[in-house]
C-alpha cells in the first residue's frame, strides 16, 4: 500500500486536542498558524473590528480574498479590542485556556499591551509562545520594521542571487516573498519541538523566531564562501537552455547524469575529455560545456528535449506557469489541493506538502466570516458579548 493510500482513511488529526492563538498579521504567521491548523489544532484567529489587511488582498470575489483564505483557511475568527481591558481580559481567560500564542507584531507591542509572554505566563505556565519578527526580540535592529522584500536585501540573499546573473549588475525586483514563508516553517518546526520538550518538562516557553536568520539559511554555500577571503571557484550555473521553441532546465550535479547528458547529446568523447571529465574540470569550464548542450538543444522541441532527457535519467524540466504547474497529474495523485468555500464561492487552496501514514494532514473545507466565533468564544471564557469594538488603529499600529 502507498502512502497516499494510507493517507486518504487517516482521520486521525496530529494535534488534534490543541488550542492557539493566532494574533499574527500578512503571511508569515498566518502561514504558521495554518500549518498548525491543518494537523488538527484548533487556532483562534484574533482580528480588530476591520480585519486585518490580507482579507483586501486579490483575488477578491464578493470582497472575499482567496490569498487571504490560503493563509487563514481552518480557523476560527473573533474580534477583540485588545487595546481595550476589555479585550486584555479576554486574552488572558484565553491563553489560560491555550497550548500555543502565536504572534508578528513588531517587539514590544505586545508587551505594551501586557500580553507579552512575561505577562501570560502566571495565567499559564505550558503555555508555548512564538515571536515571529523581522530581526528577532532583541538587539540594535530588533524595533525595525521589516517586510519580506527588506529582509530579502538585508541578508544578503538579492545580492548572492544578482551574482548568478552574468552581466547584471541590478539586484531583481522582489514579487515572491520566500522570507515570509521560510520563517512561517521554521516557527511550525520550533512549536513542534517545544511541544515535545513540553511532555518532558510540562513547562511552556517563548520561541523568538527572525525573519533574517530565516532567510540566512538560504544561503548555504554563499554562507560559507563568506568568510574567507581566498575566493572560492566558479560555481556550476545551473540556468535556461535554449530549445528550438523555448526553454528548458538541466542539471548536472552527479558523475552519472554527467556522462548520461554526455550520451544524449552526442558527445561521449566529452566523458574524457580534460575539459570536463572531473567536477573542478567542468565548473572551470561550465560555460563550454553548455554551448555544447545547446547545440544539441536547439535543433529540438521542448517536449522532444525532455523526452530524451528523461529517458536518460536527466534531471531536467520545462519552465511552467503556476497554472502550468498545479495542472501537473503528479498534484492530481498526491491530493496537492483542497476545495475552500467562503462568502465568495469557492476556490483551492495547497494543501501541507508532506503525507504522514498515521495522520491526516488536509485542511478545514470552510473560512469563517470576520468575528463568527466571537460571541460563543466569549461565552467559553465567561464574558459577556456586549463590549464595544470601536475602529481605528490596529494593535500593530499602536
Known sequence: ?????????????AFAGL????????????????????????VIKIETDGGETMRTRPPLRKGCSTVFGQLNVGKKSIVLDLKSEDGNEAVRRLAATADILVENFRPGVMRRLRLDFDSLRPFNPKLIYCSISGYGQTGPSAELPAYAPVIHAASGYDMAHLAYQPGRNRPDYCGIYHADVVTGTYGFGAIA???????????????????????????????????????????????PTETANGYVMITVASEKTFQALMSVIGRPEWILDPRFSTYGARRDNWADMMDGVERWSRQLTSDACLAALGEAGVPASAYRTVAEALRDPQLEHRNALSAVEDEGGSFQVLNLPFRMSGADTSPGNTMAVLGEHTPAVRAEVGLADDAPIPSGKTAAEG
Open 1 to 13: 500500500m502507498q502512502l497516499a493510500d494510507k493517507h486518504e482513511r487517516t482521520t486521525t488529526k
Open 193 to 239: 519541538a517545544a511541544l515535545y520538550q513540553r511532555t518532558a518538562t510540562g513547562l511552556g516557553q517563548h520561541i523568538d523566531v527572525s525573519m533574517l536568520e530565516s532567510m540566512l539559511t538560504l544561503t548555504v554555500i554563499e554562507l560559507q564562501s563568506s568568510q574567507f577571503a581566498v575566493k572560492p571557484p566558479p560555481r556550476p550555473m545551473f540556468g
Open 19 to 42: 488550542r492557539v492563538l493566532d494574533f499574527s498579521t500578512t503571511i508569515a504567521g498566518p502561514h504558521c498558524a495554518r500549518m498548525l491548523a491543518d494537523m488538527g489544532a484548533e
